[in-house]
């Protein structure tokens, strides 16, 4: 059986960090070859939300995991200036990209098609190509604009999947809420998981 197509993963500047930190993890613990781009934003909450300064000019997996990357999965790492890595064209196939969580900047530029760095060119590649994209808002409350935006790239393809927790899967922790968005995400992605008990399953 031939190896799933990579995964591309994008974290930006919105609060939710934690989110795309743990995706990540669970992508490759699952053994997906992953292209990771972090923006200067998501760079910087990182740091805030989680107290892990990660040098995007030099990046370190275990600095922004916390520990040694899964060994089952591939993890690739692209510098968000970088238009000429292989995700910013569609020729390079993929499973599907998260922007994960995604800021509401990003939200524009990805429904505007404007293109200013990587992680809006890859998401401007999985729409055209008819890839799945999923984004991840955290922000709230949202204004007249973002939603439109969410309207827009609903309409072009893309999954909007906030970072809303549900509570019947029996949350106890901070880490469960987290692992109800991620198992979400992964459902999204075809990626199998049983990070959280689903709906009419025993406890």
């Known amino acids: 059986m031939a190896d799933p197509l990579p995964l591309v993963v994008a974290i930006t500047g919105a609060s939710g960090a934690p989110y795309g930190v743990r995706l990540l993890d669970v992508l490759l613990a699952a053994g997906r070859e992953v292209h990771l781009v972090v923006s200067p934003a998501g760079q910087a909450v990182i740091a805030e939300e989680l107290g892990r300064r990660i040098d995007l000019d030099a990046l ?41 969580p995604c800021s509401g900047s990003t939200l524009a530029a990805v429904a505007h098609s404007l293109g200013e760095n ?56 901070v880490a469960d809420l987290i692992d109800f968005v991620v198992a979400r995400i992964c459902d999204q992605l075809g990626v199998a998981n049983s990070l959280i008990r689903r709906w009419g399953t025993e406890a």
């Open 60 to 100: 370190d997996p275990a600095e922004l995991l916390g520990h040694a990357p899964p060994a089952a999965g591939r993890l690739m790492l692209h510098h968000y200036r970088d238009l000429m890595a292989p995700i910013a064209s569609g020729s390079f196939l993929t499973a599907g990209m998260v922007i994960c």
């Open 118 to 173: 990587l992680i809006h060119r890859a998401a401007e590649v999985h729409l055209k190509e008819r890839r799945k994209l999923v984004v991840v808002p955290r922000e709230t409350p949202l204004s007249l604009p973002q939603l439109r935006n969410m309207q827009a790239i609903h309409e072009a393809g893309a999954v909007v999947l906030p970072a809303a927790p549900g509570f019947y899967a029996g949350a106890r922790t």
